[in-house]
């Protein structure tokens, strides 16, 4: 049970390059989120999850798109990446259980778009 | 969701209990408080969450005021791991925003020899 999982690790992108993070999870949870956070800030929510096939807006998700084609897998895309995109993306993912609300984060993904 | 006020940073002695406050004069009823804790460099972990009555998990306790305006995390034996940033989340549970969480900038918690 690796739990949630995000590829890669790093990555180095320059201005106006495209790219895509992917976060996998095993624990069949319905729900699914990208967050990202910048130094010595808290996390901020890009888009999220509710089910296999939906997505919607986050608190900044202006520049980023995703997808969720299958339960276990939700795609963060860049089209164009952009200097003020360099940060820290985490993915998590919860049950949907109405009074838990726990979340399960991934590693991160560490990105620097120059 | 309710906004939360913690305390910048805190310093406990290991093997002393470390007690993390938190303010949400705003809470509503229905809102729940959680709390999470981000190891240098890693993802936010959960640690535990309550409505109304005190809470304990094998990690930590969590004490909610009886007016439900305040709650305190109680790490009752700090270790040097347990050096991190320690978030007060405030949020309803169900609904058409479940699952989402707002942080703010937490309480960095150093844990000294």
């Known amino acids: 049970n690796a739990g949630v999982t995000q590829t890669p690790k790093f990555r180095v992108l320059k201005t106006g390059q495209s790219m895509t993070l992917l976060c996998a999870q095993d624990?069949?949870?319905?729900?699914m989120y990208w967050y990202r956070q910048d130094p010595g800030m808290g996390l901020r929510l890009i888009h999220y999850?509710?089910?296999?096939?939906?997505?919607a807006k986050g608190e900044v998700p202006d520049g980023y798109n995703v997808s969720r084609l299958k339960k276990q897998n939700f795609l963060l895309g860049l089209e164009s990446a952009a200097p003020s995109q360099t940060s820290v993306y985490f993915c998590?993912?919860?049950?949907?259980?109405?009074?838990?609300?726990?979340?399960?984060f991934g590693p991160g993904t560490r990105l620097t778009v120059l | 969701d309710a906004k939360t006020t913690q305390p910048p940073s805190m310093d406990c002695a290991e093997g002393r209990a470390a007690n993390l406050p938190c303010n949400h004069s705003t809470i509503s009823g229905n809102e729940y408080v959680y709390w999470y804790r981000q190891i240098h460099s890693q993802g936010p972990q959960y640690i535990i969450h309550?409505?109304?009555n005190n809470e304990t998990n094998e990690m930590a306790s969590l004490i909610i005021t009886e007016d439900r305006k305040s709650s305190t995390l109680i790490l009752p034996h700090a270790t040097l791991r347990d050096t991190a940033v320690y978030y007060c989340?405030?949020?309803?549970?169900?609904?058409?925003?479940?699952?989402?969480?707002?942080f703010g900038q937490g309480t960095i918690l150093t844990v000294h020899p």
């Open positions: 989340i405030v949020r309803v549970a169900g609904g058409t925003s479940y699952g989402k969480l707002t």
């Open positions: 998590a993912s919860s049950p949907n259980y109405p009074y838990r609300n726990e979340q399960f």
């Open positions: 999850s509710v089910g296999e096939g939906t997505t």
């Open positions: 624990m069949n949870h319905e729900y």
């Open positions: 309550g409505l109304k």
